[in-house]
């Protein structure tokens, strides 16, 4: 296994191939010292927003819990995730949670997703793999970028994304888990190599950013088609614990499973 730490201070019918298979039928603040906003006027709404991904590699890591919630027809499914993410080796670890099925029966067993530059590893990730085994999907092959793929936006991806926040308004203050936050309201185009992917070529998002500059909390909200039906999907990420250590285990090639993967 592959060991990188650190302690200072990563659409469409992907979607249900690489996570839910056939499903589609905890909120923590920033916290920390020095995370209360001062009075005063609040600095230029897209200068900020558009420097959230440079301020999140500042701080190094943190703790992050993500949502994704999927609506089809009549159909709403919501993913969880919780782990850890290190911004500036850009790897992190997920726990995923699949939700119940149609009839209330419960989801799959957790999967473990490692992010790191250029690929995600699933482990249980289902039907035929085996239970020692990872899946690696390569993601520059993928029509999303991995924004919505594995069941949980990459944390860096999704501040990354508001690096072309465009039409941004200042919302006001609010508290997020007792830490006060400035909220941001816009939208940002999705970058040529993954638009093809989505069916909207811009996506509408909510950020929530501490006085330090650090994304807190985001909302953004994507659009695909899938089997010539509308999807919609909103991929929530929460971040917090700025600095905690972090522990990515990459898999062996001999622990890549490089057999048929069954949907």
Not at 48 to 60: I, K, P, Q, W, Y
Not at 170 to 180: D, F, I, P, T, W
Not at 213 to 234: D, H, I, M, T, W
């Amino acid at each position: 296994m592959v060991v990188q730490r650190h302690g200072a201070g990563r659409a469409g019918a992907m979607v249900t191939a690489a996570v839910v298979g056939g499903v589609i039928a905890a909120a923590a603040g920033c916290g920390g010292a020095g995370a209360e906003i001062t009075s005063g006027p609040a600095p230029d709404p897209a200068a900020v927003v558009r420097t959230v991904a440079d301020r999140l590699v500042a701080a190094g890591s943190s703790q992050a819990t993500t949502s994704m919630e999927m609506a089809t027809g009549g159909t709403r499914v919501t993913i969880r995730g919780r782990g850890t993410y290190d911004f500036r080796r850009r790897t992190g670890e997920l726990t995923v949670i699949l939700p119940q099925d149609a009839k209330g029966t419960p989801g799959r067993l957790p999967i473990t997703e490692l992010f790191a530059p250029g690929a995600l590893y699933m482990k249980n990730r289902g039907a035929g793999v085996p239970a020692d085994k990872w899946v690696r999907v390569d993601t520059a092959t993928l029509a999303d970028g991995n924004l919505v793929t594995g069941g949980a936006t990459d944390p860096y991806a999704a501040a990354e994304l508001l690096r072309g926040a465009q039409g941004v308004t200042y919302v006001g203050e609010e508290s997020l888990a007792g830490v006060r936050v400035r909220h941001y309201r816009g939208s940002a185009p999705l970058p040529a190599k993954v638009a093809k992917g989505f069916s909207r070529a811009t996506v509408p998002f909510d950020a929530y950013v501490d006085e330090a500059g650090r994304l807190c909390k985001v909302r953004e909200q994507f659009s695909y088609v899938n089997q010539g039906r509308p999807v919609a999907v909103a991929s929530t990420t929460l971040l917090s614990g700025f600095g905690a250590a972090v522990t990515v285990r990459l898999p062996q090639a001999r622990d890549i499973f490089d057999g048929k993967i069954q949907p």
